[in-house]
């Protein structure tokens, strides 16, 4: 009988752990979302992962040279594309991916760390959180506001009007607003960095913390070869003297 007892003890000690460990995922998960925190004010709590996008996916080096060695080198005397326009790439930030938020803010929460989130329904909206700038090497701290929300913007790694003259001319509209909101083509970034590369190739501007280099460069290559966009020769003479120099 004192067996069965403490058997039967063990048994609801088990139960009991399992319902807390589930009931604690449950309270992570929305924590994390930023669905509770009502009781707090607007914003979500702050809980996040670590920033930034995952570099691993890139390759290594050697696959890098190996696959700009493949890309397409342009000509620039057989011709000029049509003239460039943004609006060729569609929707600024669209939802393409159909989970209820737009680009900005996915990847927004993908690279930010200590996210606070807008407690709405999708929950999408980043209102603050902070960003270890790969570009500059800076910590900025991001607050969403018509004064603020300018210091971190979303770079396309491979410029719209890099990709265009690179071979995007070609494309069909949907086509085009897929690379424009490709997530492996997306950064989040300093401002003013983002506002000094512009539209420039890798040939007529790079990241000025120099440790990034590689990765930008490799990104690029990666981006490149995925849309089946070419490189022009300086371009291409530009990325093998960064890969040359990687660590």
């Known amino acids: ?40 004010g607007v914003w979500g709590t702050g809980l996040n992962s670590s920033s930034g996008p995952s570099d691993s996916s890139l390759g290594s080096v050697d696959d890098s040279a190996k696959i ?10 057989s011709g000029s594309p049509p003239r460039y326009s943004r609006d060729e790439f569609g929707q600024r930030w669209a939802d393409i991916d159909r989970n209820g938020c737009d680009t900005r803010n996915d990847i927004l929460r993908r690279d930010l760390r200590s996210l606070q989130m807008k407690t709405s329904s999708p929950n999408c909206v980043v209102v603050g959180g902070i960003l270890d700038d790969p570009y500059t090497g800076r ?31 070609q494309w069909d509209a949907t086509r085009r607003q897929e690379f424009a909101n490709d997530p492996t083509n997306l950064l989040a970034v ?27 460069v490799q990104r690029q290559i990666v981006v490149k070869s995925s849309w ?8 291409k003479k530009v990325m093998k003297v960064v890969l040359d120099h990687c660590e």
């Open 139 to 169: 910590t900025i701290e991001f607050r969403k506001g018509e004064d603020s929300s300018d210091q971190v913007q979303i770079d396309h790694v491979v410029a719209l009007a890099n990709a265009w003259r690179s071979g995007a001319w």
């Open 68 to 77: 700009l060695d493949q890309l397409p080198v342009l000509q620039t005397r």
């Open 228 to 235: 089946g966009l070419g490189v022009t020769p300086r371009e």
């Open 1 to 40: 009988m004192l067996a069965r007892r403490k058997g039967l003890r063990r048994s609801q000690l088990l139960i009991v752990a399992l319902l807390i460990c589930a009931v604690a995922g449950v309270l992570f998960a929305l924590v994390r979302g930023g669905i509770i925190g009502g009781a707090f």
């Open 190 to 216: 300093d401002g003013n960095a983002n506002q000094d590369k512009g539209a420039s190739r890798a040939d007529q501007w790079l990241p000025p913390n120099a440790r990034y280099r590689c990765a930008y």
